[in-house]
């Protein structure tokens, strides 16, 4: 890729700025290798973060996401979502336990900026998708006591405690379940609160997310949206999204996913409506694809949005400049959801972070607003949730 004289005179003065600060992507996820024997995640190739590449691109910290994918709402299957949620919490901490000297757990804003002081690499577990919760409250205090310090309710579809902006058909989701947050999705939002916990309505039905902002007596975040007025669809957030989340205190993380930056051809998006069509799949949820016809859904499904055209740096930029100009620089961050569909052209993995430092610069934003967007904002954000915790409130005993 070639670059313009002074797109490198800004790559050259942001590295030591990248390399002084506090440089915080607030959404990324394991590689598949994380389930890998003895995978401490300092040198993968195969993943887009690692520790080596983070350190060389100036990338200081990140929310690490506990991710499972929804499945089935059947005991079976919660069984084994919680098996793996307790695999993938183990190779978070594997990163900070196998490299002691590297990297280490940040379970607040002041260990963040302390272990980047000493210039190890912070570690904040996230947990995405509460599916593996099953109906228990508890497990929030479990997974708190482990370190999880954001948890967003769904991912890809509908679960126990709220609708997803994406309903699963292949699993027989309708649009709406809930309408917003179920009964128990209520209670989490409190129990949240009450651990300091920061929640995150990425992902969230637009109905969820009002009636999170409705609920929470702490500001909240979105970890990884982009823009609806620029590209829309369900994932983003909307003008007047984005207006309550400011009102809210919040912050959206404006995310590094191409098909939220760069809107789908109307051929890419006619052949997904065939493609469901093909297996039956409608929003009245009356269709639901055994495990072999989902495999060959999604790999079809993947095979078709896998053609687009990446969106580059400029784009991401492009949504940055419009949430910064629609509510304020306070309120706007940067994600990237490598290994899990992020990476834009300029910035494809952890180790070309530098580049997103200086295209910011090359639009005009300060050093100062350029430490607000890159984690000053979600600090500000994450301490202000703890702020709010129930000082009365006592973790569950674990079970």
Known sequence: MRHTVPFLAALLAATPIAAQTIVFDPHLDLPKTAATPGWNGLNDPSSQFDLARAQ???????????????????????????????????????????????????RSPADVRRIVAGHRFAVVESLLNAWPAGDDLDAFDRWYARGVRIVGFVHAGHNQFADSSRPALQLGDRTAEHGGLSPLGRQAVQRLNDLGVLIDVSQL????F????????????????????????????????????KAK???????AFSAYLHARSPQTTEAVA???????LSESGSTVLSPEQQADYDRRYHEIVGAEPRATLRELIDAVDYAVKRIGIDHVALSS?????????GWSDVGETANVTAALRQRGYTPAQIDQLWGG???????????????????????
């Open 377 to 399: 904002n979600v600090l500000r954000v994450w301490q202000a949730a703890i702020d709010a915790r129930n000082p009365r409130y006592r973790l569950a005993a674990s079970g």
């Open 56 to 106: 060389s691109g100036g990338l200081t910290a990140a929310a690490i996401a506990l991710f499972v994918a929804q499945g089935p709402r059947d005991p079976a299957s919660l069984a084994t979502a919680q098996r793996d949620a307790i695999a993938r919490d183990a190779a978070i901490h594997a990163i900070a336990d196998g490299n002691p000297t590297r990297a280490a757990l940040a």
């Open 205 to 208: 039905s637009d109905a969820a």
């Open 249 to 255: 205190g919040g912050v959206i993380a404006i995310n």
């Open 210 to 245: 009002d009636q999170v902002l409705a609920l929470s007596r702490a500001p909240v975040i979105a970890s990884h949206s982009d823009v609806r007025a620029l590209v829309d669809t369900s994932r983003n957030l909307s003008d007047a999204q984005l207006d309550a989340l």
């Open 274 to 280: 065939k493609l469901r069509a093909g297996y039956g």
């Open 337 to 345: 959801d490598f290994n899990h569909g992020g990476g834009v052209t």
